[in-house]
């Protein structure tokens, strides 16, 4: 599934609780999973991904490899698949909290193939770049394969 889009501002409340907008929550459908992501931030996917994301990534990695294993065992074990409440919000838990820095303030946006949670602090400061910063980002953006009509 694809087509998340967006930059969302919102909170979360003192018991760790948020809601997903609503315009993400739609496509993401029952249960999201959600886990560590890069840069501090939280990858929210459709149940159905993440199950394809961890087939993909990490089925063949030997289980007794100390080292390759690391992200498959981090992302695993600090992942849930998040419930709503009666009021629509997601128990997000400490592990999860603390990995993203978020303390009250948080940005979730659309990034095409899957959702991701920040904390605002951390997010201003990833996104704070030049435009010539921007477009040498672009560079590293690989061509479209070829069509093979």
Not at 35 to 62: I, Q, Y
Request: net charge negative; with cysteine; charged share 30%.
């Amino acid at each position: 599934m694809a087509g998340f889009f967006g930059e969302y501002h919102h909170q979360i409340d003192e018991k760790g609780r948020l809601r997903i907008p609503a315009k993400l929550k739609e496509k993401l459908g029952e249960l999201p999973f959600i886990t560590r992501g890069p840069n501090n931030s939280l990858m929210v996917l459709p149940h159905e991904e993440a199950v394809k994301l961890f087939a993909d990534r990490f089925r063949s990695l030997d289980p007794l490899d100390p080292v390759n294993n690391k992200a498959k065992r981090i992302m695993a074990s600090s992942g849930i698949y998040a419930e709503e409440d009666k009021q629509g919000r997601i128990l997000l838990p400490d592990v999860l909290i603390k990995h993203a820095g978020i303390d009250k303030n948080v940005v979730t946006i659309g990034v095409y193939t899957h959702v991701e949670i920040w904390s605002e602090e951390e997010w201003t400061k990833y996104t704070s770049i030049t435009a010539e910063e921007f477009d040498e980002c672009l560079k590293n953006v690989p061509p479209p394969e070829a069509s093979h009509e």
